[in-house]
Nanobody, 119 residues
Framework: QVQLVESGGGLVQAGGSLRLSCAAS????????MGWYRQSPGKARELVAD??????NYSDSVKGRFTISRDNAKNTMYLQMNNLKPEDTAVYYC??????????????WGPGTQVTVSS
């Protein structure tokens, strides 16, 4: 009933910037937490940043470089990534805790978008 779609991934040089978007659509009553996760080959998926209301949380590895934000009217989340490093190369996934009714809530994931940072 709910779909998340990421966009904005691509190839960028080290030191460059990229802006990711995640749009939620479908049967949405409200969205509580939205977050970005990433996974590179041979490594576990890790939290990059998440946002609940006005509260944000960042991985230590991206603090000061990445900024997470939301446009609630559009059910869309963004991740502004600055000063990108080769270590940031990964598939980035969108996650959302979505209420589809007054009483029911579920966790949803997007299919991911590739971010590649060249040195």
């Amino acid at each position: 009933q709910v779909q998340l779609v990421e966009s904005g991934g691509g190839l960028v040089q080290a030191g460059g910037s990229l802006r990711l978007s995640c749009a939620a659509s479908g049967t949405i009553f409200s969205i509580r937490t939205m977050g970005w996760y990433r996974q590179s080959p041979g490594k576990a998926r890790e939290l990059v940043a998440d946002i609940t209301g006005d509260n944000t949380n960042y991985s230590d590895s991206v603090k000061g470089r990445f900024t997470i934000s939301r446009d609630n009217a559009k059910n869309t989340m963004y991740l502004q990534m600055n000063n990108l490093k080769p270590e940031d190369t990964a598939v980035y996934y969108c996650r959302a805790d979505v209420r589809t009714t007054l009483w029911d809530g579920y966790e949803y994931w997007g299919p991911g978008t590739q971010v590649t940072v060249s040195s």
